[in-house]
C-alpha cells in the first residue's frame, strides 16, 4: 500500500523524472519475457526444420520400366510400386502419371474398355494424357519426368510436377 | 477421495441447478469420456508400434493375442466417438439456454478451442491402425487442408510431411493423438471447469433466482455418480457388443469404394460434392467458425431470460428454422445431384463462380426469401435472431453430415442407408 502511494507520488510529479524507476523495471522485464519468448519460438522452429532439409536432398529416384519396345501405342501400363501408371500415346510418346486423382488424393484406376482413369471417390475421370473428363477434379493428373536411355524408359519417380492442363512438351519420345 | 470430491465442488448449490433438464449432465458426461479416453489411450500405448509396417500388425496382435485388447480398443474407439457427441450436443445445450453471455463469454471461446481439439483428437487416432480406413479417409481428410487458399499446399505437406502419407505423417499423428492434445485437453478442460465456477456456476433462469441453496454432498454429488455410473454402463456394454472397425492393412496403390472421410467431417465432404472446394472447405467453414466464436459479442440489447430457445416466440422460430433446413438442404442435395450440376451446366465459366459463388448466391436468396416471408412477421429480438441463423447452420450441417454418412454408397452415389 505504500509503496503504491509512492508510486503513486512519482506518478504525479513528471519533473522528477520521465520515466519511473518502477515503470523502467518493469519495461526491462517485459522485453526480457518478449526475447524469451522468441528465443523459445526459434529454437522450436529450428528443432523441426534443421533435419528435415537434410535429409531430402535425394536428387534422383530413377526407375526403370523397361525397353521402349515393350509398350504398345496407346497403351497404359500400371506401375503400383512406383504409384504412377506409364501411358504410351498413339504418336508414340511416353508420359507417367501419378496414380492420385487431383481433386482429393484417392488411387485412380486404368479401364481398359472405355480408355479412361476413374477415381472411385468421387467419380472423376481422367483420359489417357491424364486430362479431366469429367469433374469434381480440376486439374490434369500429376506426372512424373520421363527418360529414354539407351533404349530403356526410366521414371523419376523423386520428382513429381503439377500442372493444370496437358501439353505436348510433357510427354518424352524414343530418339 | 471424499475430500478431493468436496473440494472441487462450491459447498453449496441452488436447487434449480440440480435439474436433470437444465444441463443433461453433458459437460460432466464429456469429461468422464476424457478420463476413459485416457485411461484406455494409455493402456492401448502398452502395444501400439507407430510405424507403417507393424502398426496394423500391432493391433491385430492386440485383438488376438491380448486378454481383453479387443474390448480396451472398442471402448476406446467408442468413448471417443460419444465424447465428440456429447461435446456437441453441450455446445448445442449451452448455447441454447444462453449460457454464453456476460461472464461466460471466455468460456464460450474456450469451449470452442476444445471441442475442436476434441475433433483433432479423433482425426489424428483415426490415423493409427493403418488399415485402408484410416490411410484413405485421412488421405481425403487433409487433402481438404490443400484447397486452403495461397498456403494450403504448403500447409498439408508441412502437416503429413510430404506429398502422400508416410512413416512420418504417422509418427507426427501418434505424438499429438498421445501428447500434445490430451496435454492441453487436460489443461483447458480445467480451466472451463474453473471458469464455470467462477462465472457462479450453472446458469439457471432468473425465475428460478430464489431456489434453495442446497449442500453439494450429497445432492450434487449423488446425481454425478449416477450419470457417471449409468454413462460408463452403456459405453462399456456398447464395446463389449459392436466392434471397432478394422478393415485390411493400409494399400497406398489402392483406394476403397467409396473413401469417405472421418464421419465428423462427413459433412464438409458433403459439402465438397456440390461446392467448389475453395468455398466448401474454406468460406463456408471458416465462416461458421467465425459466426460462432463472435455469438457472445453480438450486442443484442435484450435481457437475457435464460430459458431453453429464449422465449416462446424463440422456441416457434427455432422450430421453423429447423424445418426450413432440413427441406433447403435436402432438396438442395438432390437438386443439384440430379437436376442440374452447376459446374457441368457452365462449362465455360470457371469452376470458381459455376460451382461456387452461384450455388452460394441462390442459397442466400432462398435464406432471404424465407426471411421476409416468414421471420421478419414474428419481430423477433437480436438475440433470437442470432439463435435462428445458429439452429439453420446446425441442422444443415447435421442433415449433411447423416447424408455423408449414410447416404452416400459406391462411387459416392446417392443411395439407400442399408445399400451403403
Known amino acids: 500500500m505504500n509503496n503504491r502511494i509512492k508510486h503513486q507520488e512519482e506518478k504525479d510529479n513528471p519533473t522528477k523524472s520521465e520515466i519511473s524507476r518502477r515503470d523502467f523495471f518493469g519495461l526491462i522485464w517485459k522485453s526480457l519475457g518478449v526475447l524469451v519468448g522468441i528465443e523459445v519460438l526459434g529454437s522450436i522452429t529450428a528443432f523441426f526444420y534443421s533435419a528435415k532439409n537434410k535429409s531430402t536432398t535425394v536428387a534422383k529416384q530413377l526407375l526403370e520400366a523397361g525397353p521402349v519396345s515393350s509398350f504398345g501405342m496407346n497403351s497404359v501400363t500400371a506401375f503400383m510400386g512406383g504409384r504412377f501408371y506409364l501411358a504410351r500415346l498413339q504418336d508414340g510418346g511416353f508420359i507417367a502419371l501419378s496414380l492420385r486423382c487431383t481433386h482429393l488424393g484417392c488411387a485412380i484406376s486404368w479401364e481398359e474398355k472405355r480408355k479412361r482413369f476413374i477415381c472411385p471417390c468421387h467419380s472423376s475421370a481422367f483420359d489417357i494424357n491424364g486430362e479431366v473428363l469429367n469433374p469434381p477434379a480440376a486439374r490434369a493428373l500429376d506426372y512424373y519426368p520421363v527418360m529414354i536411355e539407351n533404349g530403356i524408359v526410366k521414371v523419376d519417380i523423386g520428382n513429381l510436377k503439377e500442372r493444370n492442363t496437358f501439353n505436348k512438351e510433357q510427354l518424352t519420345y524414343a530418339q | ?420
Open chain 2, 1 to 420: 477421495m471424499h475430500n478431493v470430491l468436496l473440494h472441487i465442488h462450491p459447498a453449496k448449490v441452488s436447487e434449480a441447478s440440480l435439474r436433470f433438464n437444465r444441463t443433461f449432465g453433458l459437460g460432466g458426461m464429456a469429461a468422464l469420456l476424457i478420463v476413459i479416453q485416457i485411461v484406455t489411450g494409455i493402456l492401448l500405448r502398452f502395444y501400439y508400434v507407430p510405424s507403417p509396417a507393424d502398426a496394423y500388425n500391432s493391433i491385430i496382435f492386440l485383438k488376438s493375442q491380448v486378454i481383453f485388447g479387443q474390448f480396451i480398443r472398442n471402448t476406446h474407439h467408442w468413448s471417443g466417438v460419444f465424447l465428440l457427441l456429447i461435446a456437441f450436443l453441450h455446445f448445442l445445450r449451452v448455447f441454447l439456454t444462453g449460457a454464453y453471455r456476460d461472464a461466460r463469454k471466455i468460456n464460450w471461446l474456450f469451449g470452442l478451442v476444445l471441442l475442436l481439439l476434441i475433433v483433432f483428437s479423433n482425426f489424428t487416432g483415426y490415423l493409427l491402425p493403418w488399415d485402408q480406413l484410416a490411410y484413405w479417409a485421412i488421405t481425403v481428410g487433409t487433402t481438404i487442408i490443400s484447397y486452403l487458399p495461397l498456403a494450403g499446399n504448403g500447409l498439408r505437406t508441412m502437416i503429413i510431411g510430404g506429398k502422400e502419407l508416410n512413416a512420418g505423417t504417422l509418427q507426427t499423428f501418434f505424438n499429438f493423438h498421445t501428447a500434445v492434445l490430451p496435454f492441453l485437453l487436460l489443461v483447458l478442460v480445467l480451466y472451463h471447469f474453473w471458469r464455470v465456477r467462477k462465472a457462479g456456476g450453472v446458469l439457471i433462469p432468473e425465475t428460478d433466482e430464489k431456489a434453495e441453496m442446497v449442500p453439494v454432498m450429497p445432492n450434487l454429488v449423488f446425481r454425478e455418480f449416477i450419470v457417471a455410473l449409468v454413462l460408463l454402463a452403456v459405453v462399456l456394454i456398447f464395446s463389449a457388443l459392436v466392434n471397432a472397425p478394422l478393415h485390411e492393412k493400409a494399400n497406398p496403390a489402392y483406394s476403397m469404394n467409396p473413401t469417405k472421410a472421418p464421419w465428423y467431417f462427413a459433412g464438409v465432404q458433403e459439402l465438397l460434392m456440390h461446392f467448389h472446394p475453395f468455398f466448401a472447405a474454406f468460406i463456408i467453414p471458416a465462416g461458421v467458425m467465425v459466426f460462432l466464436a463472435w455469438i457472445p459479442f453480438i450486442r443484442s440489447g435484450d435481457k437475457p431470460t435464460r430459458h431453453w430457445f429464449f422465449s416462446e416466440k424463440g422456441k416457434q422460430s427455432s422450430k421453423a428454422t429447423a424445418l426450413f433446413a432440413v427441406v433447403i438442404t435436402v432438396a438442395g442435395i438432390l437438386f443439384n445431384q440430379y437436376v442440374l450440376n452447376f459446374e457441368i451446366a457452365m462449362p465455360k465459366i470457371p469452376a470458381l463462380v459455376s460451382n461456387g459463388i452461384i450455388p452460394l448466391v441462390i442459397l442466400l436468396f432462398l435464406m432471404a426469401i424465407y426471411y421476409w416471408i416468414y421471420i421478419k412477421r414474428l419481430r423477433l429480438s437480436r438475440s433470437e435472431l442470432v439463435q435462428v441463423l445458429f439452429v439453420f447452420l446446425i441442422v444443415a450441417f447435421i442433415v449433411l453430415t447423416i447424408a455423408g454418412i449414410f447416404f452416400r454408397g459406391k462411387d459416392m452415389e446417392l443411395t439407400f442407408p442399408w445399400r451403403v
